[in-house]
T-cell receptor, first 114, second 113 residues
Framework: DQQVKQNSPSLSVQEGRISILNCDYT??????FLWYKKYPAEGPTFLIS?????DKNEDGRFTVFLNKSAKHLSLHIVPSQPGDSAVYFC?????????????FGKGTLLTVNP | DAGVIQSPRHEVTEMGQEVTLRCKPI?????LFWYRQTMMRGLELLIY????????DSGMPEDRFSAKMPNASFSTLKIQPSEPRDSAVYFC???????????FGPGTRLLVL
């Protein structure tokens, strides 16, 4: 049973445009959400996170939105750059229970075309 | 800081052989995690340690898998005997105080023939 789902395996956008990556979750106990970025032959690297008490968090070109009622979060990248081409993983955890396990989605391959 | 170090980066072995994957976490980090990535199941947590003590091993697939952390700077994941379905990329990650910002190593790509 997949508790974190990324339904789009891939996404292609033009340089300078907005990239929107989506993630859905089923476990209502999740209270902290993260996005990781992964280049080929490297490990995932942390990108941005959001607590369930917020609905938006911004860091430069990256913004994460959380809709708790819909159990949905999205990552916006504006403007997209060719160097953003990578696999993006959504992850979730239950901070409240001092549970440090991260549950990951399967990832979305983003390709930004010059 | 060198980041999380994993060795070997690639491992090819035959079914039935023992495989040992190694990880050196970031100095000072007190949590260490082992993950496995496959096409079918994505990135899944196998086990994690806090201060060298295993906390949750519910993700370890079966008794053929074992993990140890003899000290704060070294951990191993062992598969004995290995099977073709164990072929995957295995990642080690570490974090400070259990923070969700886990820092991943480059991974070990395992192929069991």
């Amino acid at each position: 049973d997949q508790q974190v789902k990324q339904n789009s395996p891939s996404l292609s956008v033009q340089e300078g445009r907005i990239s929107i990556l989506n993630c859905d979750y089923t476990n209502s106990m999740f209270d902290y959400f993260l996005w990781y970025k992964k280049y080929p032959a490297e490990g995932p690297t942390f990108l941005i996170s959001i607590s369930s008490i917020k609905d938006k968090n911004e860091d430069g070109r990256f913004t994460v939105f959380l809709n708790k009622s819909a159990k949905h979060l999205s990552l916006h990248i504006v403007p997209s750059q060719p160097g953003d081409s990578a696999v993006y993983f959504c992850a979730a955890s239950q901070r409240g229970g001092s549970n440090y396990k991260l549950t990951f989605g399967k990832g979305t391959l983003l390709t930004v075309n010059p | 800081d060198a980041g999380v170090i994993q060795s070997p980066r690639h491992e090819v072995t035959e079914m039935g052989q023992e495989v040992t994957l190694r990880c050196k976490p970031i100095s000072g980090h007190d949590y260490l995690f082992w993950y496995r990535q496959t096409m079918m199941r994505g990135l899944e947590l196998l086990i994690y340690f806090n201060n060298n003590v295993p906390i949750d091993d519910s993700g370890m697939p079966e008794d053929r898998f074992s993990a140890k952390m003899p000290n704060a700077s070294f951990s191993t994941l062992k598969i004995q005997p290995s099977e073709p379905r164990d072929s995957a990329v295995y990642f080690c990650a570490s974090s400070l105080l259990g923070g969700e910002t886990q820092y991943f190593g480059p991974g070990t790509r395992l192929l069991v023939l």
